[in-house]
């Protein structure tokens, strides 16, 4: 489910510290609540996100359930100033998910009606057959907030993941819903090799592997 947003302007008001490129830094649990309000913010019209809810805080409480697991895997990464976060997972560790138990249950059963619990739990049954099968590094999900976007901090974002999968001589693997997003990812590398169809008059779905890069002289 991985997204980058369309670019937005900013207002030349915008405080002195945003404007400094910034660096990725490892995602540890003091900055959990920064990479919710930074992804919740980034996927607010993602088609995936918005097939399974339309309410406003669907995308942070999406993500408030998943981040937890994402933040030991030592393959997420936040921006220094919050501006963006990237959930990911290394070679070998089985794709983290949420804790789907009672709790989680009534939570979207109350707060977002049977609809987005159905499709929710669906989804994660659906997903959980894509990623390849050799060993491969998995962006679960990438963004920057909408008034920071079109900096190239997205791809700022990304190379830690992909630098250390270049290394290891391993490829990177995501899922897209958002076809917007697909020029940015093949300018990293990427390729397309499945496009399906999300059940339930899901959104259409695109999922991405980009082979590793040998170093440059």
């Known amino acids: 489910m991985s997204s980058i947003a369309a670019a937005s302007s900013t207002t030349a008001r915008e405080p002195a510290p945003w404007r400094a490129a910034p660096e990725p830094v490892l ?15 980034a996927f607010a019209q993602d088609p995936l996100i918005l097939w399974m809810s339309r309410a ?9 359930q998943v981040v937890g697991p994402y933040l030991h895997t030592g393959a997420s990464w936040i921006l220094n100033n919050g501006a963006g976060a990237l959930l990911g997972a290394p070679p070998g560790m089985p794709k983290p998910k ?3 138990g009672p709790s989680l249950v009534w939570l979207l059963l109350r707060r977002y009606g049977p609809r987005t619990l159905v499709r929710g739990l669906w989804y994660e049954l659906y997903s959980a057959t894509f990623p390849p099968k ?4 998995y962006v679960y999900a990438i963004g920057v907030k909408p ?9 700022r974002l990304m190379q830690p993941i992909l630098g250390l999968a270049d290394a290891e001589g391993v490829p990177v693997y995501l899922e897209s819903a958002n076809e917007r997003n697909l020029t940015f990812y093949q300018r990293l590398g990427f390729r397309i090799i499945r496009e399906t169809r999300v059940p339930l008059r899901g959104p259409r779905l695109w999922l991405m ?9």
């Open 209 to 217: 592997l980009r082979a590793p890069q040998p170093a440059t002289a």
């Open 134 to 137: 050799q060993r491969h590094y």
């Open 147 to 155: 008034a920071f976007q079109g900096r190239g901090w997205g791809a």
């Open 98 to 100: 949420a804790d789907i």
């Open 27 to 41: 995602l540890t649990p003091a900055r959990r609540a920064e990479a919710v309000q930074a992804l919740g913010a």
């Open 56 to 64: 406003a805080d669907y995308p942070y409480t999406a993500f408030e």
